[in-house]
């Protein structure tokens, strides 16, 4: 299981690169199910992961000039207070015993992953559905939406502060439908939401856990490696095409989990 793992970090980052975003809603489960964490411990570790491999898949979006600063600054506000806000107040507050039916007990871990595992299903249905407004890769500036982008950033952060995932399927076609960027900007911008966000909510989390660097360092390693393969592969291949695919990939893991940690 452990080889699958290492493997699965190499997709992790290969779907960033391409598509901006969804690499990061697998990287707990990967940490949970290949390489049997505990699931509290997976979001954190998954925001060092995500984090860093955003940033290393950024800089090549920013040598081709395909960063919205203002989009970061606009979106990096909200969501950086609300992931915060979130592991500093709302990740503690959650009992590690919620509540008992029958047999079935919901801890914060299964808890946590029922989340992860609808965002995914949402995710998922994001990346399947066309999008004519998205799949067109130049479109006219619009006038900013900030009431909407302040929306969806503090909602970003909060999912991120969660269950350790980037916000990707949020940010892209917010980035697109309300400030009418290009798609291949929208992604490049993407990644550096995502990395502020999680390398932000990973200090926020350092005085609650010991931290496996040698582990942490090797899964983030590959994802890079496979963050870069994506970045270049995008220059050559519409990373688009193969949204739906990985969507429904998503949705079949989201079930699975659910079915996993409810009913197996």
């Given at each position: 299981?452990?080889i699958?793992?290492?493997?699965?970090?190499?997709?992790?980052?290969?779907?960033?690169?391409?598509?901006?975003?969804?690499?990061?809603?697998?990287?707990?489960?990967v940490?949970?199910?290949?390489?049997?964490?505990?699931?509290?411990?997976?979001?954190?570790?998954?925001?060092?992961?995500?984090?860093?491999?955003?940033?290393?898949?950024?800089?090549?979006?920013?040598?081709r000039?395909?960063?919205?600063?203002?989009?970061?600054?606009?979106?990096?506000?909200?969501?950086t207070?609300?992931?915060?806000?979130?592991?500093?107040?709302?990740?503690?507050?959650?009992?590690?015993?919620?509540?008992?039916?029958?047999?079935?007990?919901?801890?914060?871990?299964?808890?946590?992953?029922?989340?992860?595992?609808?965002?995914?299903?949402?995710?998922?249905?994001?990346?399947?559905?066309?999008?004519?407004?998205?799949?067109?890769?130049?479109?006219?500036?619009?006038?900013?939406?900030?009431?909407?982008?302040?929306?969806?950033?503090?909602?970003?952060?909060?999912?991120?502060?969660?269950?350790?995932?980037?916000?990707?399927?949020?940010?892209i076609?917010?980035?697109?439908?309300?400030?009418g960027?290009?798609?291949?900007?929208?992604i490049?911008?993407s990644?550096?939401?995502?990395?502020?966000?999680?390398?932000?909510?990973?200090?926020?989390?350092?005085?609650h856990?010991i931290?496996l660097?040698?582990?942490?360092?090797?899964?983030?390693?590959?994802?890079?490696?496979?963050?870069?393969?994506?970045?270049?592969?995008?220059?050559?291949?519409?990373?688009?095409?193969l949204?739906?695919?990985?969507?429904?990939?998503?949705?079949?893991?989201?079930?699975?989990?659910?079915?996993?940690?409810?009913?197996?």
């Amino acid at each position: 299981m452990a080889i699958a793992g290492y493997l699965a970090s190499i997709f992790i980052g290969i779907s960033l690169g391409l598509i901006g975003g969804g690499g990061s809603i697998l990287t707990v489960p990967v940490l949970v199910y290949l390489f049997h964490m505990d699931a509290i411990l997976a979001t954190v570790y998954s925001l060092f992961i995500v984090g860093t491999t955003s940033v290393a898949g950024s800089f090549s979006y920013f040598k081709r000039g395909l960063v919205h600063i203002k989009a970061v600054v606009v979106f990096g506000i909200p969501s950086t207070i609300s992931v915060f806000l979130t592991r500093a107040y709302i990740v503690p507050a959650i009992p590690q015993h919620v509540f008992s039916i029958g047999s079935f007990t919901l801890t914060k871990g299964i808890l946590l992953l029922l989340l992860f595992a609808v965002l995914m299903i949402f995710a998922a249905y994001g990346m399947i559905k066309k999008d004519k407004k998205a799949s067109e890769e130049t479109s006219q500036i619009q006038s900013f939406n900030y009431p909407l982008m302040l929306v969806v950033g503090t909602v970003v952060g909060i999912l991120t502060g969660l269950v350790g995932a980037g916000g990707g399927f949020l940010i892209i076609p917010a980035l697109v439908n309300f400030m009418g960027l290009p798609m291949k900007k929208a992604i490049g911008t993407s990644l550096v939401i995502i990395a502020i966000n999680s390398l932000a909510g990973f200090l926020f989390s350092l005085s609650h856990i010991i931290i496996l660097w040698a582990f942490i360092l090797n899964i983030t390693g590959l994802a890079i490696i496979g963050i870069l393969a994506g970045s270049y592969i995008s220059t050559k291949i519409d990373g688009r095409k193969l949204k739906p695919a990985f969507g429904w990939f998503v949705l079949v893991m989201g079930i699975y989990i659910i079915l996993k940690e409810t009913l197996l």
